[in-house]
């Protein structure tokens, strides 16, 4: 952004500064300012960085507000949305099994849960799981919890089965794994496998789809493989209720606690803006980047106003003189427009290339990234044309259609 605003400011002051080295009557009168070029390749050579900053300023922020977009949308694998979320405290786990009967004769109540975290923030780390006792795979997450956790999240169950109540104690003999550690393992018939995890043998009971797991920002949480433990106490409860809920009605979820766990706060909330609060910075991000862009925008068009008032008025006569030939004010804006095309133009073919490098390897950091488009960096690219159009044919068209004979009187 710094190189960006100093080419900007540069780009802006040259034609300035160079143009408040003359004499005003010079100036009026044209002379001196029809000099020899000297600094022609250098206002070309400033426009060109520019406009190529600009646009790989522009792109890459588009990009990355898509980025943001998708972070904030993404199918994470299950639903999140109507499902409550509490933290266990006090004699929640001595009572559990009648705070989660009680919970579920409530009407509004479609299915109650524990787990050892929430969904999307399973840890991860470097345990000892595999084929053989003491084999060490990458890493894997762990999610530890009861029988109704699958369907108090809709997550789909594509083999098998999952841990019930009637099996009770039988479910610790049992792990439940995902999509992607079948993949990983490159196993055919997983179900009824026998694998390892922590050194104790467990029976792979079934295959569930993939979910996916915060911060979606970092590549190195990029392994999605996990592994489901039946233990049902745990530290969250999850209840989902019926859409539309009523704070009226979720205060019967209070009571319900309250009456067993006395003298503990209720402390809880929807997963679905757990994952929001984890999500916010980049709505700050999306703001700062599109405050940016416009910032990026109006220096580009300050840059262009400047060097084509500069280059129209060392033009000025020359311009005269096509007039005075039987030009028509149209080829003469085409005339006066043509450099700056061309020049936009190579801006766009050192730039998008570039953006397209920048957003692949700061795509690289991201577990599950939004694509690289080609139609928006064809939009990008046009729009660039037509901002350079827009801004510069007012000029050209101003130059186009002076007098003739004010521009040559001094001849």
Do not use: C
């Amino acid at each position: 952004v710094g190189i960006y605003l100093l080419t900007g400011l540069l780009a802006g002051l040259y034609p300035a500064l160079k143009i408040s080295g003359y004499q005003p009557l010079a100036f009026f009168s044209g002379k001196g300012i029809q000099k020899p070029r000297s600094g022609g390749r250098s206002r070309r050579v400033l426009i060109v960085l520019q406009f190529a900053f600009s646009i790989i300023f522009i792109t890459v922020s588009i990009f990355m507000i898509r980025q943001f977009t998708h972070m904030r949308e993404a199918d994470l694998g299950f639903n999140r949305e109507d499902v409550l979320y509490i933290r266990t405290k006090g004699r929640v786990w001595d009572r559990y099994q009648v705070i989660k009967e009680e919970l579920e004769q409530l009407a509004f109540v479609e299915g109650v849960s524990s787990a050892s975290e929430i969904p999307v923030q399973v840890n991860f780390g470097e345990i000892d799981w595999g084929e053989r006792d003491g084999e060490h795979n990458k890493i894997a997450r762990v999610i530890r919890t009861n029988a109704d956790f699958l369907s108090t999240f809709e997550i789909d169950l594509l083999e098998g089965d999952y841990f019930s109540e009637e099996r009770d104690t039988l479910n610790y003999s049992y792990v439940v794994v995902n999509r992607s550690l079948v993949d990983y393992m490159e196993w055919e018939d997983p179900v009824g496998r026998e694998m390892y995890i922590w050194g104790h043998e467990r029976i792979i009971l079934g295959i569930t789809e993939d979910i996916k797991f915060y911060p979606m920002q970092l590549d190195a949480f990029s392994n999605d493989a996990l592994i489901y433990v039946y233990e049902p106490v745990q530290d969250y409860l999850f209840v989902r209720v019926v859409p539309g809920t009523s704070s009226k009605q979720l205060s019967a979820i209070e009571e319900v606690f309250q009456n067993h766990n006395p003298g503990y706060e209720l402390e809880f909330d929807y997963v679905s803006k757990y994952n929001y609060n984890m999500l916010q910075d980049t709505e700050s991000l999306t703001l700062v980047l599109k405050l940016f862009s416009g910032i990026a925008i109006f220096i580009a068009i300050m840059g262009l106003i400047g060097l084509s008032q500069f280059n129209n008025s060392r033009r000025t006569k020359e311009i005269g003189i096509h007039k005075v030939m039987g030009a028509q004010s149209g080829s003469l804006v085409r005339l006066l427009l043509s450099e700056f095309i061309k020049l936009v133009m190579i801006s766009n073919l050192v730039a998008l290339p570039l953006a397209y490098l920048v957003l692949w390897r700061i795509f690289k950091f991201f577990t599950y990234s939004t694509e690289l488009k080609i139609q928006v960096f064809l939009i990008v690219f046009v729009l660039s044309v037509l901002l350079a159009l827009a801004t510069v044919t007012f000029h050209a068209l101003r130059t186009a259609r002076a007098n003739p004979v004010k521009s040559l009187r001094y001849e």
